[in-house]
């Protein structure tokens, strides 16, 4: 079962949120944001199956300059507008591949303070 956390306002159409499984909904105040001054933050469940098909429907919805995440404990599949990595879980973010994503991240408008992956059980 992978977890991922989702902004509604990272999608051009948030309407599809409406297809996952919600395990809770929080709202963050983010006054420095350009965007919104308030996040609606999704952490949402998927069936290990179907994880490759909502990766690719979150990146054709995703907004430039937001990211998405989910992770199962082995693995984190970070999701851009029209691109996705996959890379190894780990505590500190340290692998050539985390380096990848979060230079890829901020060249496409992703503030380097969000590019941390943060991830609960």
Do not use: C
Not at 2 to 8: A, D
Not at 103 to 118: S, T
Request: aromatic share 18%; glycine share 4%; proline share 2%.
């Amino acid at each position: 079962m992978f977890k991922g956390f989702i902004l509604s306002e990272s999608l051009n159409n948030p309407v599809i949120l409406n297809d996952f499984r919600k395990i809770y909904v929080k709202i963050e105040a983010h006054p420095e944001s350009k965007d919104a001054h308030f996040w609606a933050l999704f952490k949402v469940e998927i069936d290990d199956k179907d994880i490759k098909k909502v990766v690719e429907k979150v990146s054709q919805e995703m907004k430039i300059g937001w990211y998405a995440h989910f992770w199962n404990g082995i693995t984190v599949y970070i999701i851009f507008t029209n691109k996705f990595f996959i890379i190894p879980q780990e505590k500190k973010w340290q692998a050539k591949e985390y380096q990848e994503v979060k230079k890829y991240g901020v060249k496409n408008g992703v503030g380097a303070k969000y590019l941390d992956f943060w991830i609960e059980d």
